[in-house]
DNA sequence: CTGAAAGCGCTAACAT
DNA sequence: ATGTTAGCGCTTTCAG
């Protein structure tokens, strides 16, 4: 059968205790009794079981992740399941496992309820896809450790993390700008795309600090999907002044916007340069290769996976907070 | 403080043991007890503690997956990440919880050692890509409940999964073939890819049994690159007979591949058809959208679910298995 | 049908 | 520096 603590402090000559001393590094006992302990651990094949140090404890040394994980989202949001790599490496390093939790929007809350009452983990991280008000409600009335990936769409007292869309935004203006374009335009989401609105914002400011500004009808507005932005840029370029560059809010609307400026017969990047945000694989695949600004979305799932050990080492902790890691990845789009 | 179950049993005036047997379900308690002490949970707000009961069962209904998760894997791999989340769907439906394990082919053995030593899981998930022979030895060896996500390339006795590419490969043959195709080509890795000589293998018993043939001069293999596939495919084009359809190995090949036709002035689906597997986002973002064998690999991360669930309940069950899952997306790349 | 008691394997005062 | 002992919260024989 298994061998256990007893096994290995009888075959020691010791006690149990000191077993579990020698296991744990405490300070207490003596390099020779320590040696001698390990020897007869190697000897037996020793592994401390993980049940039942985890329950004498009280920890898990787990955290849950509540997301949607349906059919086919790994390939629609592949962005998503970057961060929970990066936030699953984060974890690991600080010696937590994550477990993955799929789940809509609605069985969120009583899943964080379940586990927080059960005690079946020590933290929760929370794509902001499954984030609901009653989710935010339980998780600060509970007073739980848990992060929000992404920034939810109302107030709250919960915590997230989300990358900085508005310095993102700048970054591209100021990228234009440094290349030589001047009459820069935006095409993007609605006002509740809080993306594309923050990146409108920060592109504008980047304009704005050089002296230069974002003119209204450079501006076009409407649903984030291929077609739409093919339309949009189609009435853009028939306007009397042309931009000479124009910043996407992301890969669906670049992919619109590529089609358009081609079926205007305009070179890219001679005639108008165009760029994006997040590095998706078809950023590479379109023709020409869009220059984009990444947002190291690895590094914000990391980044969680620290705040969130954070936060269960000093539950006092508050955090929400935009982290900025964007950089751009110059290819062909531009000149 | 947090309510136990012997603040339960003691409110309910009742046993410890009795108010377990009501959290179990245990035949033996007359109905009066179960309800009586059933309000009293609700009222205390009792909620079992998840480690303890794990403890005492000697169980953590938990299961591990060992894969690579390193930088940009969710954008270069969506795949494994859609196979995670049927295998987490199928885990959670039968009261199984997943836990994510990033890690490189080297340290996938050391923590499947640590785990299965140290009892922190009922079984565990290998993606293929960290499978390794030492890994397989320490699987057999301690005869431990596993399941490996698709088929590794080397002789073992580990359980594995994976979808039929033979299967695939005739489905997509049959589909040309029942589309009035008959001059038929095929695109692919090398041997050393098994994925990519499977398919072909699939291909060839599809024409074979409709009577037709897969001509070698139709037959190119090379690296799964976009641009070894466009120089193939140039080269398969300039030959004296041109194939009327080509079926390629994966969406990467598929990429140089319509480059490679359109660059010779051909257009696709009127002089060519194309094919190819795996229903990857940039199928369709390409043009002409593309013709796939979609290989359902969400359902086969719910199967490789199952199947551990089972072995783990039946020891000494042994899998080792294909399934077959593909069905034809007719799109625009084939008439 | 219910309860007493012995564990599951390890940790952590407290005593020595 | 080491050992004694009492738990952690729940399950599970075994008696009654």
Redesign the pocket.
């Known amino acids: 059968?298994?061998v256990?603590?007893?096994d290995?402090?009888k075959a020691a000559?010791?006690?149990?205790?000191?077993?579990?001393?020698v296991?744990?590094g405490?300070?207490?006992?003596?390099e020779?009794?320590?040696e001698h302990v390990q020897k007869v651990m190697r000897e037996l094949d020793?592994?401390?079981?993980a049940?039942?140090?985890n329950?004498?404890?009280?920890t898990s040394k787990t955290i849950v992740l509540l997301a949607d994980m349906s059919q086919n989202m790994a390939f629609r949001n592949p962005h998503m399941f970057e961060i929970i790599s990066g936030l699953e490496e984060a974890l690991r390093k600080r010696g937590y496992r994550l477990i993955l939790q799929g789940t809509d929007e609605t069985s969120a809350c009583s899943y964080a309820e379940d586990i927080i009452s059960r005690n079946s983990a020590d933290g929760i991280a929370i794509h902001v896809g499954v984030m609901s008000h009653p989710l935010a409600a339980t998780l600060t009335r509970m007073n739980f450790p848990h992060i929000v990936l992404g920034m939810p769409d109302f107030e709250s007292q919960v915590c997230w993390i989300d990358n900085n869309n508005i310095y993102s935004g700048t970054v591209a203006a100021n990228f234009l700008l440094s290349e030589g374009y001047k009459k820069i335009a935006y095409i993007g989401g609605k006002s509740y795309d809080l993306g594309s609105t923050h990146r409108l914002q920060g592109v504008r400011q980047g304009l704005a600090s050089a002296g230069y500004r974002l003119e209204d009808q450079y501006i076009w507005l409407g649903e984030s999907t291929r077609a739409d932005s093919f339309r949009m840029t189609t009435k853009l370029l028939e306007q009397g002044d042309k931009p000479d560059a124009i910043i996407c809010s992301n890969n669906y609307i670049a992919l619109g916007c590529v089609d358009a400026i081609q079926g205007k017969g305009l070179k890219i990047p001679k005639d108008i340069g165009v760029m994006t945000f997040d590095d998706y694989p078809f950023s590479q695949i379109i023709e020409p290769k869009l220059t984009v600004v990444d947002i190291n979305v690895r590094d914000m799932g990391a980044q969680a996976g620290k705040f969130l050990i954070d936060i269960i080492k000093h539950p006092n902790m508050q955090i929400q907070t935009y982290i900025t890691t964007s950089s751009v990845i110059k290819r062909e789009s531009t000149r």
Chains 1, 2 share one sequence.
């Open positions: 059968m298994k256990t603590i007893r290995v402090a000559g010791v006690s149990v205790s000191t077993v579990s001393k296991l744990n405490h300070y207490s006992i003596s020779k009794t320590v020793y592994h401390p079981n049940n039942a140090q329950f004498a404890f009280g």
